[in-house]
């Protein structure tokens, strides 16, 4: 079946050091697949972070890339220099364009920064 | 422009008990996604609807979870009745035109505890 890995439930990383959440996917049934990237913040709802629907495409959005790597059926996300405000879980996705199917999530990834 | 709000933001329910959890989309959107979010089962879609219509029932949810579109700015999820495993955080989301890659906005969330 379909399905998205995050391998990582939590992630600490200091301030202004490098950042990579793993996401890999599995889309046995899904001809194209879209990724996403979402994000919860402390004390909000769930917020989309960026998304990429055609492989080999980066997307990014507040500092953060991702990239869609089809070969290696991955969507790691990354980010050169976090801040405290990067707190947060973040959420992996796929889904397919171009029909109602439902978005599959990952587990999330709990992203913690030492000041 | 008004976000997606869930009322209530906290319930309480004894065993065998109806609740009824209450959603407003986003003021102009077509589809509507009831998320139902635990630590071991992650994200999982209750129902979807397309204007109003249902799309998604939610397989294995159906039988005393029931979801309705009275009109296009208010939507419902009732659990009848209610059992200790249903205790979860219940989301909603609109997307203006899913289609499988439109940005989905959630709602702040309903955490529900069955005793």
């Known amino acids: 079946g379909d399905s998205v890995t995050q391998t990582e439930g939590q992630v600490t990383v200091s301030e202004s050091k490098s950042l990579i959440i793993n996401c890999t996917y599995s889309?046995?049934?899904?001809?194209?697949?879209?990724l996403f990237w979402y994000v919860r913040y402390p004390g909000e709802g769930l917020q989309l972070l960026l998304k990429?629907?055609?492989a080999g495409q980066k997307g990014s959005s507040r500092g953060f890339e991702a990239t869609y790597n089809k070969e290696t059926t991955s969507f790691h996300l990354q980010k050169a220099s976090v801040q405290e405000s990067d707190s947060a879980v973040y959420y992996c996705?796929?889904?397919?364009?171009?029909?109602?199917?439902?978005?599959?999530w990952g587990s999330g990834t709990k992203l913690i920064i030492k000041p | 422009d008004a976000g997606v709000t869930q009322t209530p933001r906290h319930e309480v329910a004894e065993k065998g008990q109806t609740i009824i959890l209450k959603c407003e989309p986003v003021?102009?959107?077509?589809?509507l996604f009831w998320y139902r979010q635990t630590k071991i089962q992650g994200l999982e879609l209750l129902s979807y609807?397309?204007?109003?219509?249902?799309?998604?029932d939610g397989g294995a949810f159906k039988d005393r979870f029931k979801a309705e579109m009275l009109n296009s700015s208010f939507s419902t999820l009732k659990i009848q009745p209610t059992e200790p495993k249903d205790s979860a955080v219940y989301l909603c989301?609109?997307?203006?035109?899913?289609?499988?890659?439109?940005?989905?906005?959630f709602g702040p969330g309903t955490r529900l505890t069955v005793l």
């Open positions: 989301a609109s997307s203006l035109d899913w289609g499988g890659y439109a940005e989905q906005f």
């Open positions: 003021s102009g959107h077509n589809d």
């Open positions: 609807f397309r204007s109003k219509s249902l799309m998604e």
């Open positions: 889309a046995t049934s899904i001809a194209y697949p879209n």
């Open positions: 990429v629907i055609t």
């Open positions: 996705a796929l889904s397919e364009r171009g029909s109602n199917y439902q978005l599959i």
